[in-house]
């Protein structure tokens, strides 16, 4: 019995007990128990061809940073406050070699190496022992990864099956998709990560929400309840298999992945063909109440990346409130549960058993980066770096179902 119903047996809202957050869960910033867990992978932070010679601040995991791509074209991540006397990096000047600060010129390259000190005897004798905070980034499927982290626990940066390898007529996209509005008109969400996390695992309001309550957002096939729903633990997360009947007799095997910690393969939702997913989608937390997505995919001619979700002809940022209430989507609802949702208040059915899934599977990597192990999906090694996505929407018919 929980300490609302032994209060008010009539089910009244007056005396409601305190309600708290998922403190081992909800929490990102540097020493807690999630942020230590996120810092031991890679996180997309920028759009490479965003990332140029004018500075521009980011803030990931709860910590503040200055981005910036030197003259060579080398992407850097430092802390922004200068280590001479903490002015931010923000005004400083890009160079063949750095990023040079406003105040007293002191240079440092992107792995923070203190270049110059202009004002010092032979330009800083000692400057080789100076050292910006730094972390280190790569790029890859047109995204700038950081990784924020111990170094000598630096994994390999991942590479997805389903972006690598094009066909001739294919090419890689990506965009900062941001929140969950679906028009990209909010860079950056502004609830905790754990929102959309959880709905990574929920196909059932991809019936209600994006189908039966508001009408079809995505495809017409999601109106139809499903049938079974099966979720299980694979070797870089959980997936779920959700099987619909169709009015044709034919059987569709929706297979939907969370890959670990905080990154997503949906697969295609408007046009449901027979075939594996072809996008990544990674949830990006700025700090416990903001978070970022970027998503990477294989794109064919007349088959774009992004497309708007339709609420009733409108894009999310042309609607009313009254049309927000009417036609709500993920955004809403994400939105709706708060800056962080009060986790000892929900009742978990059987409906979100993908949830107590992943959830489970993050405190009990927790555990293992507190005990100093390697969590889950860290690859130290190029050959085991490439995970192998089984997202898609995938046909039977129904004699072969049998
Ligand atoms: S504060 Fe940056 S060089 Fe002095
Ligand atoms: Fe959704």
Redesign the pocket.
């Known amino acids: 019995m929980t300490g609302l119903q032994s209060r008010n047996a009539d089910g009244s809202a007056y005396g409601r007990p305190p309600q708290h957050i998922d403190e081992e869960l909800a929490r990102v910033g540097p020493g807690t128990p999630c942020g230590e867990l996120f810092r031991r992978y890679w996180h997309p932070i920028a759009e490479a061809d965003k990332v140029t010679t004018r500075p521009q601040n980011v803030r990931i995991l709860g910590e503040d940073l200055v981005l910036f791509r030197d003259k060579k074209g080398r992407a850097g991540l430092l802390y922004p406050r ?1 280590m ?4 931010s990096l923000f005004y400083g000047k890009v160079e063949e070699e750095g990023i040079r ?1 406003c ?4 240079l440092f390259g992107v792995d923070g190496q203190c270049l110059d000190q202009p004002c010092e005897p032979d330009h800083g004798r000692h400057r080789d022992v100076a050292r910006q905070p730094w972390y280190p980034v790569e790029e890859r499927y047109g995204l700038v990864f950081a990784y924020m982290g111990p170094p000598a626990k630096k994994p390999i940066l991942p590479r997805y099956d389903i972006l690598e390898n094009l066909d001739p007529d294919e090419r890689l996209e990506c965009a900062r998709t941001g929140g969950q509005t679906g028009d990209q008109s909010m860079p950056i969400a502004p609830y905790n990560w754990m929102h959309l996390n959880d709905n990574v695992m929920d196909p059932y309001h991809v019936w209600v929400l994006h189908s039966t309550f508001t009408g079809p957002q995505f495809a017409k096939e999601f109106a139809i309840p499903v049938q079974s729903v099966d979720f299980f633990a694979w070797e870089q997360g959980v997936c779920y298999s959700a099987v619909r009947e169709l009015s044709d007799g034919r059987i569709l095997d929706r297979v939907s992945s969370y890959i670990f910690p905080c990154i997503m393969s949906v697969p295609a939702t408007r046009n449901l063909e027979d075939a594996r997913s072809t996008r990544i989608s990674w949830i990006v937390p700025i700090d416990d109440t903001h978070f970022t997505t970027f998503t990477a995919g294989k794109v064919k001619p007349r088959a774009p990346l992004f497309q708007n979700v339709d609420f009733a002809g409108k894009t999310w940022a042309e609607m009313t409130i009254e049309e927000h209430q009417d036609t709500p989507g993920d955004f809403e609802a994400q939105f709706g549960q708060g800056p962080i949702s009060l986790h000892s208040e929900e009742h978990l059915a059987t409906s979100d058993r993908g949830i107590v899934m992943m959830r489970r599977m993050l405190r009990q990597q927790i555990k293992v980066v507190a005990e100093g192990g390697d969590p889950l999906g860290v690859a130290f090694n190029a050959d085991q770096a490439t995970v192998k996505v089984p997202s898609g929407n995938f046909y039977r018919s129904r004699t072969a179902a049998e």
């Open positions: 200068c001479h006397r903490g002015t600060c105040y007293h010129g002191w």
